[in-house]
């Protein structure tokens, strides 16, 4: 069932598209996917570019997503038509990555853990507690060798790596008020449908249930689920706090929405508008990461307002939870031991 929904999805993803491209109307011809296979770019011809992902337009995803069609469209002397297609509109994440590997989608953009599906090595990076601290997030993927690195291991899966923006630590929402480790136990977790938070949450004592993101607040209001965990933005955005009694300010994971095109339709692009959507990923990019920084405190603060009690974990309870996750970093390293030594290196050349 789920195969036959995502390859719906994805025909459906590409009727959209052709639909995009048959408007381009004038003398220009519109190409976006599959259709835009082996263009050779000549002088004034359209592009069209369709983005996705799952949260909405008030997010740091749809910040992105806003300033990325702004600076392509004003930078392309229009040559470049962007698309959004935000809130789930393509589909899940799974589905709107698939999408854009077929080159049914142009690009898409979502967390880390999901990016995992697909570029696995990233999995040394969503492994719990690898970096505690914001600045060093910063630091790690503003360094150019591994920058280098990343590019290379997306390019291996057909897509073109357009860079990431920090959204925040994944945090835990509960009906249960977290204080020790004992009160782990028992609690029926929503987790991305992935190795690493599984193990995860099963280290911390927990009943992980892995559910789609669109799944997540129906879960919760039903009561198949009585714990969830995001940053801070999602939450907010997707208004689990509405279905939930505390915050739990766990800093569990990294969580960084990563952003790529379809390879084969990034390199049939003329090199000047590559040059404009790498230039227009790196506006977005800030954008996304301004809309974090000043709306995360101002959401958490609303959703204390509503009625959520916000609480943060111990140090006791903190060294508890990392050492109980010692495992999973293990195997994780051990599993991809070549990526791991480059995350390493990285850290280490900024001092993280």
Sequence with gaps: MKTWKRFLSMVLAAGMVMGLAACGGGNNAATSGNANAGNTGTDGEKYVITVACTPSEESPEGAYAKAFKEYCEANSDGRLEVQLYLAAQMGTDREILESVQFNSVTMGGTGITQWTNFVTDLNVLDGPFVVTDKDTVYALFEDADFNQVLSEKFA???????????????????????????????????????PTPIALWSALGCNPTPLAFTEVYTALQQGTVNAQENPVTNIYDKKFYEQQKYIVLTNHQIHTDFWAMNLDFYNSLPADLQEVVDAGSKAGIDAAHEYAETQADIQLKEMEDYGCTILTPDQALMDAMVSATQSVRDD??????????????????IGG
């Design 332 to 349: 994780i390293a051990a599993q991809y031991p070549e990526f791991s030594e480059n995350v390493n290196a990285a850290l280490t050349r």
């Design 156 to 194: 291996q899966e057909g897509y073109h790596y357009m860079g990431e923006h920090f959204l925040g630590f994944r945090e835990m929402t509960s009906n249960k008020e977290i204080k020790t480790m004992d009160d782990f136990k028992g609690i029926k977790i929503r987790v991305i449908e992935n």
